[in-house]
């Protein structure tokens, strides 16, 4: 256990412990980084790219964060324990809180407007992510 992240648990709070299941992580990993790669293939719309390549950044984060034991009540948490799951910094987590409001102006009002650099970036935070849980 982690103590920033026991910090989180309880009722009412973002996290809860639960013991890691080998299926899930495999899985997890697996469709992150299948999703990743998929991201690149400049064929798809950049709508499609950001949309793979955010969902594959999540699964991967999701699947660090339930590596140490844990399962989150709302989808930014995992971005948010990232220094303290997969030991990543502020050059990450801050581009995925730009993509995941982002996602949330596509999703819930209609407003996604992506550009290249933005999926680049999130690239970049992606793999970021799936180097260190790979480790």
Known sequence: MHPALDNLCGPGKSLKAEAPDTNELAGLIRTGLARLQDA????LALESQ????YNAAHALSLAGLRR???RASNRYI????LPH???LGP???RVLDKCHNTRNLGEYEGLLEVD???VADLITAADA???AIQK
Do not use: C, H, S
Not at 78 to 81: D, E, L, W
């Open 116 to 118: 290249v650099r933005l």
């Open 40 to 43: 690149r293939n400049p064929a």
């Open 85 to 87: 799951t997969l030991g």
């Open 129 to 131: 992510i799936a180097k």
């Open 78 to 81: 995992v971005f948010q324990v």
């Open 50 to 53: 950001f949309d793979l390549a």
């Open 91 to 93: 050059e990450v987590w």
């Open 68 to 70: 140490m034991g844990y």
